[in-house]
T-cell receptor, first 116, second 118 residues
Framework: AQSVAQPEDQVNVAEGNPLTVKCTYS??????LFWYVQYPNRGLQFLLK??????LVKGSYGFEAEFNKSQTSFHLKKPSALVSDSALYFC??????????????FGKGTKLSVKP | GAVVSQHPSRVICKSGTSVKIECRSL??????MFWYRQFPKQSLMLMAT?????????EQGVEKDKFLINHASLTLSTLTVTSAHPEDSSFYIC??????????????FGDGTRLSIL
């Protein structure tokens, strides 16, 4: 079965420090991977996606993610965190064979807290 | 581009009331729309998937007579919570995508509707 795991409920980072939000997946074949961010009482905003090609994907707001096939991971990173990055982050995967009508399978989310 | 508008953003109503939530894709044609429910501090739970012009596919455990979904056009889907009760209080989020099965395209999300049933 397809699944996504975000092992950390919360990540705390000081402003200016690098941040990493972890994600691992389990999907047959080569997955489509996504990261979304959710601010309080808002929907999800798309940050970036991995389809194929370069393992380092660059996205919105200075975020990037590294795809590692051998470790089945897609960790979200940013070199220098901002207080405004504090939010809930979701990793998601889509079955590349389209067996679920294109629905995204989400991790449980990781709350990122960036302190000044 | 790829803006999804969800309305209303917040609803407070009495038990027994039916509530309709609209989801519109403003600048693209949404072949597929998804409806999610999110409980506090939890991930999104998919309720149903709808394709324009056909009946919605509901996830296991979701009552289709309770949560009526209509996807009458390529830019509009509605979710009606019929005879809502306090346990239906939640944050409902819609999402839209282009193309069958969406492939490698991201889904675009509305800003959600906070439903509170008194």
């Amino acid at each position: 079965a397809q699944s996504v795991a975000q092992p950390e409920d919360q990540v705390n980072v000081a402003e200016g420090n690098p941040l990493t939000v972890k994600c691992t997946y389990s999907v047959s074949g080569n997955p489509y991977l996504f990261w979304y961010v959710q601010y309080p009482n808002r929907g999800l905003q798309f940050l970036l996606k991995y389809i194929t090609g370069d393992n380092l994907v660059k996205g919105s707001y200075g975020f990037e993610a590294e795809f590692n096939k051998s470790q089945t991971s897609f960790h979200l990173k940013k070199p220098s965190a901002l207080v405004s990055d504090s939010a809930l982050y979701f990793c998601a995967v889509r079955d590349p064979l389209g067996r679920s009508q294109g629905n995204l399978i989400f991790g449980k989310g990781t709350k990122l807290s960036v302190k000044p | 581009g790829a803006v999804v508008s969800q309305h209303p953003s917040r609803v407070i109503c009495k038990s027994g009331t039916s509530v309709k939530i609209e989801c519109r894709s403003l600048d693209f044609q949404a072949t597929t729309m998804f409806w999610y429910r999110q409980f506090p501090k939890q991930s999104l739970m998919l309720m149903a998937t709808s394709n324009e012009g056909s009946k919605a596919t509901y996830e296991q455990g979701v009552e289709k007579d309770k949560f009526l979904i209509n996807h009458a056009s390529l830019t509009l889907s509605t979710l009606t919570v019929t005879s809502a009760h306090p346990e239906d209080s939640s944050f409902y989020i819609c999402s839209a995508g282009q193309g069958a099965r969406l492939g490698n395209q991201p889904q675009h999300f509305g800003d959600g509707t906070r439903l509170s049933i008194l």
